[in-house]
């Protein structure tokens, strides 16, 4: 299994960015894919959870994001997006996608994308 992140790059204070993450090879269904989220890391900072969705379309976001972030996610594409609007210079980080896949064995697995460098100037 494999997850391309795209769509980071600079930008100003107050604009918007919207990050894809689309998961590619053995996936049976869907459905298999259990979950989708993004983490960032900013500099010199532990990697944090940013936004999460489900299969079933359950959301959840870190506190500091809830107002100006939107995951959402195309089961078709096996693709999760992030929308981020407002972007504030402590939103500059590195975004990495994860999803939790299972396997037809029925074993979980967590795979990460490569990341995407967002960095906000003021």
Known sequence: VQLQASGGGL?????????????????????????MGWYRQAPGKQRELVA?????????YADVVKDRFTISRDNAENTVYLQINSL?????AVYYCKAKIRSRAWRFTDYWGQGTLVTVSS
């Open 11 to 35: 930008v100003q204070a107050g604009g918007s960015l919207r990050l894809s993450c689309a998961a590619s090879g053995s996936i049976a269904t869907s459905a298999s894919i259990i979950d």
């Open 52 to 60: 999460i969705v489900t299969s079933g379309g359950a959301t959840n």
């Open 88 to 92: 504030k210079s402590d939103d500059t």
